[in-house]
């Protein structure tokens, strides 16, 4: 190929298509975030607004319902603040009767349940933005239902959910059948024709 060759309108057209091609396979994929929201794994563990049901056998005064508060944890009569977050609800019952057992209690008893999970946050394309209380197994399409369902113009294939992971937000792009836990943000964009 001499230099007189590249000048002809075929070259440049095999470039201009060759380059297109190049920056189309780099935006190719399946439209999915980056991010990935890893399953719930394990039994439930308590944060911030749960309700969880103490029950302490024989004594039904500090037998209650108690909500975890901002800083994790669960004021009980008698022994004060039991930091229960990231416990689960086996564990903080354990931990409740270890400090029954420091002075209050003889061989103390003890259970714990959820009464009441903390809500999840749905904002965005929805009648009803705010805040609802959870439900076990909820969907994104369950949640979107329950905040009274899409506007006209809402994006109706996928929503993003924000949920916290260790000591991060992670943001990724759902199906409607993904299964949300206690303290999930569902953002339901516009949709753009």
Do not use: H
Not at 35 to 44: K, M, R, V
Not at 46 to 57: I, N, S
Not at 142 to 164: I, K, L, M
Not at 169 to 187: A, E, H, K, Q, Y
């Amino acid at each position: 190929m001499n230099i007189l060759s590249l000048f002809r309108p075929v070259v440049w057209l095999r470039i201009v298509a060759l380059a297109a091609l190049t920056l189309i396979a780099g935006c190719a994929g399946s439209g999915a975030s980056a991010t990935y929201l890893a399953a719930p794994e394990g039994p439930y563990q308590l944060d911030t607004g749960d309700g969880v049901r103490v029950t302490v056998y024989g004594d039904a005064e500090l037998s209650n319902v108690y909500r975890v508060d901002d800083g994790g944890n669960l004021a009980l009569p008698l022994v004060g603040p039991v930091p229960v977050r990231g416990l689960t609800t086996r564990q903080a019952a354990s931990k409740i009767a270890i400090m029954l057992s420091n002075g209050f209690m003889r061989n103390p008893d003890v259970a714990a349940e959820i009464a009441e999970y903390r809500p999840f946050f749905i904002q965005g394309q929805v009648a009803s933005s705010g805040q609802y209380p959870y439900v076990y197994a909820m969907t994104i399409r369950a949640a979107v239902s329950t905040a009274g369902g899409y506007t006209e113009t809402a994006q109706r294939a996928f929503a993003y959910v924000f949920r916290r992971q260790g000591g991060e937000m992670v943001r990724s792009r759902v199906g409607l059948d993904f299964i949300i836990i206690p303290g999930d943000t569902i953002v339901i964009e516009e949709r753009w024709f």
